[in-house]
């Protein structure tokens, strides 16, 4: 680990070297350097965005506006040109939801809610699935198609969903449209969760942009209690395991001992968790400094005692649309048994293609389809008692099912995946060699130790660290947060590290 107090080198890496070349930097678009929330460029970005922004509190339009175009630039910072395609689609979804709501004949309505959907669905398979279509084509009929030169623009699985959310609500005449054109590209576009969620239904979101603008100061504590707590789960925990560690032993399983390849499988396991959540948690944050409400995304997962159950503590905004959306779009329990197994078994598989276009990320979602449809189908005859001890083996066995579902989803391929699993079987108990281990990577075990504790505390031990929190002067916050990014900073191995969910 870096050392912590090189702050003079700090200083003149982040702010003395200031010239024409390092502005520039910080207004255009540099693919190797999208603009995040763990980077001292969006601290000193939000801090002058945010004092603009609460002086304009009482000024609703131009307050709107300035959000828009601050959230516009972001994603122009994060995917380029894209930015066009964000505008382009939430054109179409406005003017498409206008026609739909004003429109009286049932066919015509219908006909602008299929288009809508072939509009944004259509943008998402061309981006993200043309590859994997070609792939799967030359593969199965020694086809020789070539692939396009096609880059994936970061946050259109997240956006989309939220477009299409707000469309179906206006379709099922559940959500009037938006007053203006701005007030819908403020929702498609509002920068703390546009790239990474948690998708933010129309329904939740739009009213709170015509309500005016309160922050309590519970929700300011709240607000920077989360982004403190997300950052060090993300650069610290889930970063320093990342690059020290996980990404070694599954990018050569073989060089590595069994027991090795079995806590890397446990470490992606917390360095997800921790990135994700992280993310969510400063999203959340960030809205809330600016008075929004944003739903939780994560609920300690890893405490499930079964796959149902941990469906509705990780990533809930995901799992709730593709409930909402799909799940009872599709008939959802309500044609009969065998249908609702297909339902569930359906809807998890197409929410791992949501993840990326790979076949490993389908038989991530396969797997747990069938884990969701085994324990529909037998809780129907058996019932567990409900005491400490059987809680504790069904956690126990629900987390190690989910870390063997992340390593299809974290190996690079199929082959990568088995090798683990193959190596992880060779486990033996060896007292020495495992102490060796610990002792070598001490700081990666303290951290993924950290990062399970944290886990399991309980939410009033957090309730309780909240309110101490609360009664810290302001100023003694401020300088907590600064000093948060320089730990960032000073623990970073190889640079501010992306979030894991921009790829998807």
Request: proline share 3%.
């Amino acid at each position: 680990m870096r050392a912590l107090f090189n702050l003079q080198n700090w200083f003149l890496e982040n702010v003395g070297n200031i010239d024409l070349e390092t502005m520039k930097n910080w207004f255009l678009f540099n693919p190797k350097q999208p603009l995040l929330f763990n980077s001292a460029l969006f601290l000193g970005l939000f801090l002058i965005f945010y004092v603009i922004y609460i002086l304009s509190r009482k000024t609703h339009y131009f307050r709107i506006t300035y959000v828009v175009l601050f959230s516009l630039f972001f994603y122009y910072k994060c995917s380029g040109i894209y930015f066009g395609l964000l505008i382009f689609s939430s054109v179409v979804d406005y003017v498409l939801s206008r026609l739909i709501y004003e429109e009286a004949k049932q066919g015509y309505r219908k006909f602008y809610m299929i288009l809508s959907l072939l509009i944004n669905l259509g943008m998402l398979a061309y981006f993200k699935y043309t590859n994997f279509f070609i792939d799967n084509y030359n593969s199965l009929f020694d086809g020789t198609m070539k692939f396009e030169d096609i880059i994936l623009p970061v946050g259109i699985s997240f956006y989309t969903f939220q477009t299409l959310s707000y469309t179906i609500d206006v379709y099922r005449r559940e959500l009037e449209p938006t007053k203006s054109f701005m007030d819908f590209l403020f929702f498609v576009s509002f920068f703390p969760q546009l790239v990474a969620g948690p998708i933010v239904r129309a329904s939740d979101f739009i009213p709170q942009i015509y309500e005016k603008l309160k922050l309590t100061k519970e929700d300011f504590n709240r607000a920077l209690f989360l982004i403190i707590g997300g950052l060090i789960k993300k650069a610290v925990i889930s970063d320093y395991i990342s690059t020290n560690f996980v990404d070694r032993v599954f990018d050569a399983p073989n060089s590595y001992t069994a027991f090795e390849n079995l806590m890397a499988s446990y470490g992606y396991a917390i360095q997800i968790y921790c990135d994700f959540s992280g993310y969510s948690d400063i999203a959340i944050g960030l809205a809330l400094l600016m008075g929004f409400w944003l739903p939780d995304n994560f609920r300690t997962p890893y405490q499930s005692g079964s796959i149902t159950e941990f469906w509705r503590r990780w990533h809930i905004s995901l799992s709730t649309w593709l409930r909402d959306y799909l799940y009872i779009s599709m008939g959802g329990n309500r044609k009969g048994k065998i249908r609702t197994y297909f339902n569930l078994f359906m809807t998890m598989l197409l929410g791992g293609l949501w993840h990326g276009a790979s076949w490993k990320f389908v038989v991530w979602g396969v797997l747990h389809g069938l884990a969701l449809v085994v324990e529909k189908f037998f809780g129907q005859f058996i019932k567990f008692p409900k005491n400490m001890f059987v809680r504790t083996i069904q956690v126990i066995l629900t987390f190690h099912f989910v870390v063997f579902c992340w390593l299809f989803f974290r190996a690079k391929d199929f082959a990568t995946a088995f090798q683990v699993i193959k190596n992880i079987g060779k486990l033996t108990f060896n007292y020495d060699q495992w102490q060796t281990i610990v002792l070598g990577y001490k700081n990666v075990f303290l951290l993924l130790v950290i990062g399970v504790v944290w886990h399991f505390i309980p939410v009033k031990t957090i309730a309780f660290m909240q309110k101490t929190f609360s009664t810290i002067p302001l100023v003694f916050k401020a300088v907590l947060l600064g000093l948060i990014y320089w730990v960032v900073y000073a623990t970073a191995s190889s640079g501010t590290q992306p979030f894991i969910y921009f790829q998807f």
